[in-house]
């Protein structure tokens, strides 16, 4: 056999394990969806369930299931880690490639327009919830909704106290279906989820509190697959003014940072652009290091942030004047401010200002370094 000839047959041998692995992946024939009782749908409502299920015993469901090596895919049935493998095999391969915590998390973001709603759950009117467009991974089960689904559960105030609620996905082994569910009523606390290995899978969406006043509180209790909960990034300090001098200050010769000058009046400043990952919850914070003392700070934050083409104060995030308390020798991340109407892309230009020269300053004859920003956020993926 010839160089090419054993290319081909190389190439064929693949497309014929491909073929082999979707057909054990690919949904059964004659599929159709099945709605929860409570539920009344305005789009399509799927869960995604692999080949029957074989049993396998064991905490997993994977190959090797209590302890030991394993890999899958195989071809086969009898050599090594071959299959056949179940609908169980695949979903706990699933929730390890997606989620790194799959009692919390499982909601996927896309860009896809079918199913960037992201399962967001509004309540208008009051008593009805509606659940949109959306994907998740539910116990390593793929759920997607196309459209909306309506809950029309009778939401009423509680004689006393309040009601609390939970919208979840669940997924029911028995009838092999994941599907919205409302839990509750429950007075006084949340509903418990029900997370079975072996039995029903419930993920949390959004919780609901209903208080005897009839005022109706919905609450997001997302999280999301292969996304990080938070995002830190260090922005270092370089420059400033000391307004008292009248003069620039620069990080100098200092491993720390730019100095906010004893009994002087000085200000940092600096630049940077809204990541495009950026989802939402964004705070800056100081990071401090006084040089000899501790005591409180007298400082200031300001932040104005805009697109490109619009006024650099177009959106605006200031903190007056304040004390702080910062420890000698520490790395204090100090005046956390929450920067609101963002969007990617957004410019932000911040000002932290000191005022040694106020009694408000304890510690006014110590050199206090600038060492950076510390931005903090929840990003899309």
Same mark, same amino acid.
Request: charged share 15%; proline share 6%.
């Given at each position: 056999?010839?160089?090419? /000839?054993?290319?081909?047959?190389? !190439?064929?041998?693949?497309?014929?394990?491909?073929? $082999?692995?979707?057909?054990? *992946?690919?949904?059964?024939?004659?599929? +159709?969806?099945? !709605?929860?009782?409570?539920?009344?749908?305005?789009? !399509?409502?799927?869960?995604?369930?692999?080949?029957?299920?074989?049993?396998?015993?064991?905490?997993?469901?994977?190959?090797?299931?209590?302890?030991?090596?394993?890999?899958?895919?195989?071809?086969?049935?009898?050599?090594?880690?071959?299959?056949?493998?179940?609908?169980?095999?695949?979903?706990?391969?699933? +929730?390890?490639?997606?989620?790194?915590?799959?009692?919390?998390?499982?909601?996927?973001?896309?860009?896809?327009?079918?199913?960037?709603?992201?399962?967001?759950?509004?309540?208008?009117?009051?008593?009805?919830?509606?659940?949109?467009?959306? $994907?998740?991974?539910?116990?390593?089960?793929?759920?997607?909704?196309?459209?909306?689904?309506?809950?029309?559960?009778?939401?009423?105030?509680?004689?006393?106290?309040?009601?609390?609620?939970?919208?979840?996905?669940?997924?029911?082994?028995?009838?092999?279906?994941?599907?919205?569910?409302?839990?509750?009523?429950?007075?006084?606390?949340?509903?418990?989820?029900? /997370?079975?290995?072996?039995?029903?899978?419930?993920?949390?969406?959004?919780?609901?509190?209903?208080?005897?006043?009839?005022?109706?509180?919905?609450?997001?209790?997302?999280?999301?697959?292969?996304?990080?909960?938070?995002?830190?990034?260090?922005?270092?300090?370089?420059?400033?003014?000391?307004?008292?001098?009248?003069?620039?200050?620069?990080?100098?010769?200092?491993?720390?940072?730019?100095?906010?000058?004893?009994?002087?009046? *000085?200000?940092?400043?600096?630049?940077?652009?809204?990541?495009?990952?950026?989802?939402?919850?964004?705070?800056?914070?100081?990071?401090?290091?006084?040089?000899?003392?501790?005591?409180? $700070?007298? !400082?200031?934050?300001?932040?104005?942030? $805009? /697109?490109?083409?619009?006024?650099?104060?177009?959106?605006?995030?200031?903190?007056?004047?304040?004390?702080?308390?910062?420890?000698?020798?520490?790395?204090? *991340?100090?005046?956390?401010?929450?920067?609101?109407?963002?969007?990617?892309?957004?410019?932000?230009?911040?000002?932290?200002?000191?005022?040694?020269?106020?009694?408000?300053?304890?510690?006014?004859?110590?050199?206090?370094?600038?060492?950076?920003?510390?931005?903090?956020?929840?990003?899309?993926?």
């Amino acid at each position: 056999m010839n160089r090419k /000839q054993a290319l081909l047959v190389g !190439l064929a041998v693949a497309i014929a394990f491909l073929i $082999a692995l979707v057909g054990w *992946c690919l949904p059964r024939p004659g599929f +159709a969806p099945a !709605l929860e009782p409570t539920s009344t749908p305005t789009g !399509l409502e799927f869960s995604w369930v692999p080949r029957p299920p074989v049993a396998v015993a064991g905490p997993h469901f994977l190959p090797t299931p209590t302890a030991g090596e394993g890999s899958l895919p195989w071809t086969g049935s009898t050599v090594g880690d071959a299959g056949p493998y179940s609908a169980d095999t695949w979903a706990d391969a699933w +929730a390890l490639f997606f989620t790194y915590d799959k009692n919390t998390e499982g909601v996927i973001v896309t860009d896809d327009t079918d199913f960037d709603g992201l399962l967001a759950v509004t309540n208008s009117p009051t008593t009805t919830l509606t659940i949109t467009d959306g $994907a998740a991974i539910v116990d390593g089960n793929l759920y997607y909704l196309l459209g909306s689904v309506t809950i029309t559960d009778s939401l009423s105030a509680p004689g006393a106290g309040t009601d609390y609620y939970r919208v979840v996905l669940r997924k029911d082994r028995t009838a092999q279906t994941v599907r919205v569910t409302l839990l509750g009523p429950v007075n006084g606390s949340w509903p418990s989820l029900t /997370q079975s290995d072996t039995g029903d899978w419930e993920l949390p969406l959004y919780k609901l509190t209903v208080t005897n006043g009839g005022t109706f509180t919905l609450l997001d209790d997302r999280n999301y697959a292969l996304r990080p909960q938070q995002r830190s990034v260090l922005y270092p300090a370089f420059t400033g003014r000391n307004s008292t001098d009248g003069v620039d200050i620069a990080r100098g010769s200092s491993s720390l940072g730019v100095s906010l000058a004893a009994s002087k009046n *000085c200000q940092v400043t600096y630049s940077f652009v809204v990541p495009e990952d950026y989802a939402s919850d964004m705070t800056v914070k100081a990071v401090l290091i006084p040089n000899g003392a501790s005591g409180n $700070a007298y !400082l200031y934050f300001k932040y104005y942030h $805009a /697109q490109c083409g619009e006024a650099y104060n177009t959106h605006s995030d200031i903190t007056a004047w304040a004390t702080y308390a910062v420890t000698d020798g520490y790395d204090n *991340c100090v005046g956390s401010t929450a920067l609101t109407t963002l969007e990617p892309g957004d410019i932000v230009h911040g000002t932290v200002g000191r005022n040694a020269t106020s009694a408000s300053d304890t510690i006014s004859t110590t050199n206090i370094y600038m060492a950076g920003w510390l931005m903090e956020y929840t990003p899309k993926y």
